[in-house]
């Protein structure tokens, strides 16, 4: 073993930064500390760059400081990614000349001195390691698993080279043994659609899982079949003939206009059937893709088990055909599957096959960020002289439930923040999944965002299969299930599926036993939870976040550490100039 | 005088620019006709496993 990894690793430092969703995770003698994204500190939504309140927060959280760290270890090698850039531009010659003179200025400034800027943002002095990016992703996947063994799938846009990767994991081993290189790439393609169909890219993916049940997939499936082959090995190329990507700064080109009949649709434009029916056949063809390669993944490494990370991994709706049409029996998904749980990934990876750190924990929650002491709440509400009634935990999980009961929409902000895109019950809006006019009121009036948009239930996991059918544990709101009632309209989509969190008492006592009241006063042991924000607004951090994103929407109450607000006793406090100003802080998603 | 100065900068700094885009035109063409240079493998590459016991202190980037 090289001279490193002679030594006795106790505390390392995992970054990522510089693409998007920067983002730090720490481990403490093995075990994970904390973990958290920039962007919920900066409030700018998928923030790439250097973490510097995450690390603050994370050393906080563990109780050291940054001459604490043993090693540094950052997601993924710059140099093979600056690799992969002049080799494209070679290749792509003359065409991508706009694109590489705008990066190298970028790359030379900043992306290739990652060393140093940590060096000399944190005034670290010890070891800086570097991962790859698709290995960090895997480490993400099966390190905190569970699984003894288990086959490591991971599906992004790109890291270095690789898009798509297949390995094995044993114990405290983990190799990557098969991968599909750049250009060819699934979630460049799901990214190209979704550029096309007039969303974010890196940003508005779901949105277009979220249209695609709205669509039919036939008319528009042979084009798309034009874009991608599938082989029967499970490996895929992509036609480049109607991609921009390697050399422009759009996704798509001319070309792809012509085989789709149409320019791409203008951002925020009205939605027609056509944009319906393409994300329907994308989603088809995704679904069909990802099952090729966990079924090649399957034949490699037979195994009961698999892993799931990457951006793709995010995709619910693939995720539940792989549970119900592949060969494996259980599945993990890391939940922040994306390049923030690279960091976690990174870090997991040098601790375990570097140092030879024996696996300890199993990653059953995400509440891996800041929590906030009731002192410090009250300060918060305080300053903004919001009237408020402090109330014990009883009481205010009472009061929650009867109010959601009546169809009050909450504001939930109790212990520690998610790590990871979703909310799962300590930064989230709550409210009652019975009435369908929720779904349109809390889309168009709470979360200013666009109306086809679905909402996802949290059920108690011993209650789950009332409501779901086939349906397995699902803790971090990547699987989806069909519905078994007409009882839950709110949450169930267009397609009669849902995209479910289960929760039992261990993960998070507090919001188990606020969903187990509202099902004694109604009989139906779930909620609609949506993130704690607005549209294009990164989820709330601090109280203060809480209380802006509160006072600026037409939620009714707000839960936040012991304390109840309600709206009706606030009133004064709303000024519509406010809630405009408000809105305008955040670019649209 | 000073005017032809100016406009002989200016040529100099056209003729760099062009000499420096046709070499690396000429490059990028050479290139792209092997295949071995270029980005795009098609298909499941075996990956070649990293040797955890390798000194990562030399090996970081």
Known sequence: MGNIAASTSKTILGLSFDYHDAAVAILKDGELVAAAQEERFTRKKHDEHFPTNAIDYCLKEAGLTIQDIDYVVFYEKPILKFDRLLETFVYTWPHGLKTFLKAIPVWMKSKLWVKQTIQKTLGYSGPILFSE??????ASAFYPSGFEEAVVVTIDGVGEWETT????????????????????????????????????????????????PYGDPEPYDSAMRKLIQLNPDGSY?????????????????????????????????????REKDIAASLQRITEEAVLGIVKHAYELHPSENLCLAGGVALNCVVNEKILKQSPFKRIFIQPAAGDAGGALGAAL?????????????????????????????KEALESQKIVC??????????????????NHVVGWFHGRMEFGPRALGNRSILADPRKKENWQRVNLKIKFRESFRPFAPSVLEDKSSDYFDNVCPSPFMLLTAQTKTKDIPAVTHVDNSARLQTINREQNPMYYN?????????????????????????????PQDAIQCFLNTDMDDLFIGSYRVSKSENIHL???????????TFNLD | MRFAHTIGKINAVILLTVFYLVIIGVIALAKRSVSMFQPHHKGWIKKESLDPTMDWASHQY
């Open chain 1, 165 to 212: 990767t297949i390995g094995y994991g044993k114990g405290d081993d983990l190799t990557i043994t098969e991968s599909i290189h750049f250009p060819d790439s699934l979630g460049l393609l799901y990214s190209a659609l979704t550029y096309y169909l007039g969303f974010k890219v890196n940003s508005a993916e779901y949105k277009v899982m979220g249209l695609a």
């Open chain 1, 574 to 584: 709303i000024r519509p100039e406010d809630r405009e100003r408000y809105l305008k």
């Open chain 1, 389 to 406: 009634h402090k109330q014990d935990r009883d009481a205010l999980i009472k009061t929650a439930a009867r109010l959601i009961a009546n």
């Open chain 1, 349 to 377: 990876y040098m601790s375990h096959t570097v140092f030879n750190n024996p696996r300890s924990f199993e990653m059953k929650h995400t509440y891996l960020g800041p929590a906030f002491s009731d002192h410090e709440i």
């Open chain 1, 133 to 138: 990016h698709h290995l960090s992703h895997a």
């Open chain 1, 514 to 542: 606020l969903i187990q009241t509202f099902g004694d006063i109604t009989g139906c042991p779930l909620l609609i939870n949506t993130s704690f924000n607005v549209r294009g607004e990164p989820i709330v951090c601090s």
């Open chain 1, 237 to 273: 190329q992509l036609d480049q003939r109607y991609f921009a990507y390697t050399y422009g700064l759009t996704m798509t080109n001319k070309k792809f206009d012509r085989l789709f009949g149409a320019p791409p649709r203008q951002p925020e434009s009205p939605l027609t059937q």
